[in-house]
C-alpha cells in the first residue's frame, strides 16, 4: 500500500487490525514520548512513587515467570496500570496465604490470559512495573484493600499509562490477538491519475463512525480508571487507541473509521474548566459524572462507594469541598433531588438521602433549591443525620399530577407515615421537586422517593421546620 504512488497524496490507509504488529508497537511508544515531551496539558516524563506493591516483569522479553515485588517506601519509577474485567473469580490473586508464594516468583502461564496479555504489552514498551489490582492488593485482607482503594487516585494518575483490555469480558479472554474486524462499508478500487502523471490505485470505502461498545465500558471500577488515568492505549474491538488529557481518542493511523469521543475524563476537563473560570454551575458535572458512573454494573454492590473514591478524592481537591456519602458539603440540597427508574433494593451502606444507597441507575433534577441545610454529618451522637430547614406536608391530595418514583419496594403499611418536603423550585413555572419521606422518630425521617413536576402551591401553608434526614 505504501509503495503505490497514490499513497504520497492520499494520507489515509487501511487499519491495523494486529495489535502486536511491530507498526502499533512502535506507535505506542512514539504516543507516550510524545505526550510526555510536548503535550501541553499532560504531565511531562517524570518518576513516580511506585504503588505498595507491583507486578515486576523483569528485563527479558521472554522470561517465564514475574513476581509481586512489595515496594520500599519512596521507591520510585516508572509503571503501567491494567484496567480490565474481573468477570468472576481470577486464576491467582493475592492473599494473605499467596503473597509470599506471589513474591517468590510466578509462571506468567498460570495467570489469566489478560494480565499475560497486560505483561506483554507492558514489556514490549519496555516497562518493567505492572499494576494489577488482583495481584497487588491483598483481596482477604480488609485494611489493605480499604488502604489501596484511597490510594487508587494516585496510583491511576501516577502511572506513565494505563492499558485498556476494554473487548474483554474476564481475566481469561485476553485482549491482545482477538479476531478484530473494521467496520466496513462498501468497497471497490479505483486508478488514480497524479500530479506527476503515473497512476496509482485507491480504495473507496464508506466512511463509518464508530461506536465501540466494550464490555470495559459497562463496568463500575472501570469508570474512575479511565477518568483518574493521565494516558491510557484502549485495546478496543477495531484497533489500537490512544486518549490523553491533550488529546481524543485517535487511532494508530488515520483510517476511515472515525470515533464518538465518550471518555469519562471529559467530564472531570469540563469541572476543571468550571472551576478555572470560576462558574456557578460547577457542580453540575458532579451530577453527570455520577449519573454516567452509576448505570455502570458491579460485581458488589456494596462496593458503589468505593469505586468513585478516588474521583471523589480528586473533585474534592479542584472544588475545596467535602465529600459526605457521594454528594458534596457546600451544595447537598442540590443533590438531594436524585431519582431512580428501576427501584431495587436499599443498602445501608449510605444514609437515605444519598444516591449510593441504592443499587440502581439514578438521574438529578435540576432546581433551584428551596430546602436549606443546617448541620452535615458526622455530628456527635449522629454520624449520618442530615439536618434540614425546610417545609414538610403531611398529606397530598388524590390525583395530582407529577413524576412519582419510589426509591426501592416499600411497605403498604408504611403510607400512613409518608410526609412531603419541598426541596427545590424547577423553574419555568414547571413546579417543584420534593421529597417523600417516611418518618422514623421525633423530627427524623429516611427519604423513600422523590417527586417531580409537582405544584409547589402545596407548601404555602406550610411554616419552615427544622428536620434530620437519616
Ligand atoms: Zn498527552
Known amino acids: 500500500m505504501e509503495a503505490d504512488p497514490a499513497s504520497a497524496v492520499i494520507p489515509r ?108 504489552v507492558t514489556r514490549q514498551l519496555g516497562f518493567r512495573y505492572l499494576w494489577v489490582d488482583a495481584l497487588c492488593i491483598i483481596q482477604d485482607d480488609d485494611k489493605d484493600k480499604e488502604r489501596e482503594i484511597h490510594n487508587m487516585a494516585s496510583i491511576y494518575k501516577n502511572a506513565t499509562i494505563t492499558i485498556a483490555a476494554s473487548t474483554s469480558t474476564n481475566s481469561y479472554e485476553g485482549f491482545l490477538r482477538r479476531k478484530r474486524t473494521p467496520p466496513l462499508g462498501p468497497k471497490c478500487h479505483l486508478p488514480i491519475e497524479l500530479p506527476d502523471g503515473k497512476v496509482g490505485k485507491v480504495s473507496l470505502v464508506s466512511s463509518r463512525h464508530h461506536y465501540p461498545n466494550h464490555p470495559l465500558d459497562s463496568r463500575a471500577w472501570a469508570y474512575q480508571e479511565f477518568l483518574l488515568s493521565t494516558r491510557v492505549l484502549v485495546y478496543s474491538d477495531v484497533e489500537l487507541l490512544w486518549e490523553c488529557e491533550s488529546q481524543r481518542q485517535v487511532p494508530v493511523r488515520e483510517s476511515f473509521v472515525s470515533y464518538e469521543d465518550n471518555s469519562p475524563r471529559r467530564r472531570l476537563q469540563e469541572l476543571r474548566r468550571r472551576v478555572r473560570r470560576n462558574e456557578d454551575r460547577m457542580y453540575w458535572n458532579w451530577h453527570l459524572i455520577v449519573n454516567y458512573y452509576a448505570r455502570r454494573a458491579m460485581t458488589d454492590p456494596e462496593d458503589r462507594l468505593n469505586a468513585i473514591a478516588g474521583v471523589a478524592e480528586v473533585v474534592g481537591q479542584l472544588l475545596n469541598d467535602e465529600y459526605m456519602f ?145
Not at 37 to 66: F, M, W, Y
Not at 455 to 461: P, S
Request: with cysteine; aromatic share 6%; charged share 25%.
Open 326 to 470: 457521594g454528594i458534596w458539603k457546600s451544595s447537598a440540597v442540590d443533590f438531594l433531588g436524585w431519582s431512580t427508574w428501576s427501584p431495587t433494593r436499599r443498602s445501608p451502606r449510605a444514609p437515605s438521602w444519598s444516591w449510593a444507597s441504592v443499587d440502581s441507575p439514578v438521574g438529578f433534577s435540576d432546581y433551584k433549591p428551596l430546602a436549606k441545610v443546617l448541620a452535615c454529618p458526622p455530628r456527635p451522637g449522629d454520624a449520618r443525620g442530615l439536618v434540614l430547614m425546610g417545609k414538610v406536608r403531611s398529606k397530598l391530595p388524590r390525583g395530582l399530577s407529577g413524576s412519582f418514583r419510589l426509591d426501592a419496594e416499600v411497605e403498604e403499611c408504611e403510607r400512613k407515615r409518608r410526609r412531603y418536603l419541598l426541596l427545590g423550585d424547577l423553574g419555568h413555572n414547571t413546579g417543584a421537586t420534593a421529597l417523600i419521606l417516611m418518618q422514623v422518630g421525633q423530627n427524623r425521617y429516611r427519604r423513600i422517593g422523590c417527586i417531580d413536576r409537582i405544584a409547589i402551591d402545596l407548601w404555602h401553608d406550610c411554616a419552615e421546620r427544622e428536620i434530620t434526614l437519616e
Open 13 to 120: 490507509r487501511p487499519v491495523i487490525t494486529d495489535l502486536t504488529s511491530n507498526v502499533v508497537v512502535s506507535k505506542a511508544k512514539a504516543w507516550i514520548r510524545n505526550c510526555q515531551s510536548s503535550h501541553p496539558n499532560c504531565p511531562r516524563a517524570k518518576i513516580q512513587r511506585l504503588p505498595s506493591r507491583v507486578v515486576d516483569v523483569g528485563t527479558e522479553s521472554k522470561s517465564p515467570s514475574v513476581r509481586v515485588h512489595t515496594v520500599a517506601a519512596q521507591q520510585c519509577g516508572e509503571y503501567i496500570c491494567l484496567s480490565y474485567c474481573w468477570g468472576g473469580p481470577q486464576a491467582i490473586t493475592a492473599t494473605q496465604n499467596t503473597l509470599q508464594e506471589l513474591q517468590n516468583g510466578i509462571p506468567v502461564e498460570n495467570l489469566g490470559q489478560t494480565i499475560q496479555d497486560a505483561i506483554e
